[in-house]
């Protein structure tokens, strides 16, 4: 039978402003999920990245699932009911629509989910990002499953060698799903181009080439999309299958070293480097900077071991103050230039508003 993969992540709501859920609010989530999941779950893990919480399930029931979802989507309802029984900020931010619908897909919640039949040993890493989107991942896919500086699996392991299938999205497309597929090697120029343009188009999956398996899920959602306006910002995850045919643990875990500088930090507006993470870490500093976080399971049978926490160890210490530097040189420069974001994916209205008063004062001089 096979095993589904199915994370569902959200913001219901945070002390102290964006900083991190309440001992109670994860409680709630965790107490609806153990008492309603019998029948419905295999096992689940609750996290939390910082002010977003994430439930991390096994399951049979594939993709999409109702009972999962609406199961999730109730233990988030649970959550928001103790966040405003505490007065946390943004209780239920990210819950956008009323009336469950078949599952949660454009209704807030970042959803990531893979289906596969378990090899002898499963082994996958689940990714939580807080204070930035879905296109923070797009450069970490590209260089692991694109490039030999990050992974070595491509020259030396035959499978990897021929290649993966990438499934791409264009988000600003919003009837319905618009996807292309690309295939490494021959075509990674082609996946450069779109994926150099984060806030449009978005890895959606990864596709092994050698045996047609799903080796890698990103969320999607883009909350201004489904919004129409800012909410917050569209906080995501990614599940990656590792060794064997895959990538490599590390080699999936490489590119963070980087920090890349990535849309989000204080406001949803501004561009921040990428910091690698301990699990439920906090937030702080500029309401940032962007972090991301690695949970490293194996899984059989659909029971899920306890986590080894991917970023913990102390060489990313030394990636954090190294992030930390960037962070700090990008800050110097305030709002000015590359330091806050393009027109187009300004999160606040203020600075439109402030625009159209300007324009009618402009003077066309002969
Ligand atoms: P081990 O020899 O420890 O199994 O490691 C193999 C490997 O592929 C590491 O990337
Ligand atoms: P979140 O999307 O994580 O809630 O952050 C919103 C924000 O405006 C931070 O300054
Ligand atoms: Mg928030
Ligand atoms: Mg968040």
New binding site residues.
Partial sequence: MKTTLSVIKADIGSIGGHIKPSQSLLESVQNHIKAKSKGILTDYKITHTGDDIAILSTHTGGPLNEKVHKLCWDALLAGTKTAREQGLYGAGQDLLKDSFSGNVKGMGPAIAELEFEERKAEPFLFFAADKTDPGAFNLPAYLTFCDPMHNAGLLLSSNLKKGFTFRIMDVNYTEADKIIELNTPEEIYDIAVLLRDTERYIVEGVYSRVTGEQVAAVSTTRLHNIAGKYTGKDDPVMLVRT?KDFP????VLSPYTIGAFVAGFMRGSHNGPLMPVKQNSDISFFDGPPVVSAAAYCVHDGKLTEAADAFAHPYWDYVRTQVSRKAQEMRRQGFFGPAMLPMSELEYGGVVEVLQELDKRFIIKK
């Fill in positions: 060794q490599a643990t590390g080699e």
